[in-house]
């Protein structure tokens, strides 16, 4: 069964310093998306793609937030400068993008960010 | 605004008993209602969902049903096993939005 993968599993990482994380979809899908959990807390929105640009984002996708399609199957978060605040579970999703209607998201395993 | 709202955990139970994870929901509009479970060290499954009112989603014994009366879907299922230990995550997901709206998810530990 296909399904959404992430690498790495876990990045621990400096304040300060780039990371990106990094997913890849499920192949016919359309439409991508970046969550993340916070240890013990909500499973949050980040940001969705479509045609190779983002069609939604929450007020926690902030300018230090990026996402790219670099090639026909990967697809990216970066974050430029990472905080202390920003560790975190990260969760790539992907949905098949039907017309209309509620798409069903399929998950990845997650990365773990943890900042030093 | 939209939201879910469910149960808090840890739920423990003992090998064949009983579960009920109650979920509620806040929204606009017509969503769907989805269940997902995170088994250790793994990712966010789908476990079943509902798009309309009073459908029932079901799946590996869980079965939810959407209940708009009540603005409920809770997880149920009626003999546990030690391999459904997990957390359990409600979700809404509304029309023509891409953004799922998570639960705080409930940790289920079935003990043999």
């Known amino acids: 069964e296909p399904e959404v993968t992430q690498t790495p599993s876990h990045q621990v990482t400096q304040m300060g310093q780039e990371v990106i994380l990094r997913c890849v979809p499920i192949s016919n899908h359309l439409y991508f998306y970046w969550y993340r959990q916070i240890l013990g807390q909500k499973v949050e929105f980040l940001v969705s793609?479509?045609?190779?640009?983002?069609?939604?984002k929450s007020e926690i996708f902030d300018d230090q937030f990026s996402v790219e399609r670099p090639d026909g199957s990967n697809f990216t978060l970066k974050i430029r400068s990472t905080k202390l605040e920003d560790s975190a579970m990260y969760f790539c999703?992907?949905?098949?993008?039907?017309?209309?209607?509620?798409?069903?998201?399929?998950f990845g395993p997650g990365t773990r960010l943890t900042v030093l | 605004g939209n939201s879910v709202t469910q149960m808090e955990g840890p739920v423990t139970l003992s090998e064949e008993a009983f579960l009920t994870i109650n979920c509620t929901y806040t929204?606009?509009?017509?969503?769907?209602l989805f269940w997902y479970v995170q088994y250790p060290g793994e990712g966010l499954q789908l476990l079943l969902k509902?798009?309309?009112?009073?459908d029932k989603g079901s799946n590996k014994g869980f079965e939810a049903t959407y209940r708009k009366e009540t603005t409920s879907f809770h997880l149920e299922k009626g003999s546990v096993q030690v391999s459904d230990s997990a957390v359990y995550f409600c979700a809404l997901g509304r029309y023509n939005n891409n953004d799922m709206r998570f639960g705080a998810g409930t940790r289920l530990t079935v003990k043999p």
């Open positions: 999703a992907s949905s098949e993008g039907r017309a209309g209607g509620v798409d069903t998201q399929y």
């Open positions: 929204a606009t509009g017509y969503p769907s």
């Open positions: 793609f479509y045609n190779n640009e983002i069609s939604e």
């Open positions: 509902a798009t309309k009112a009073d």
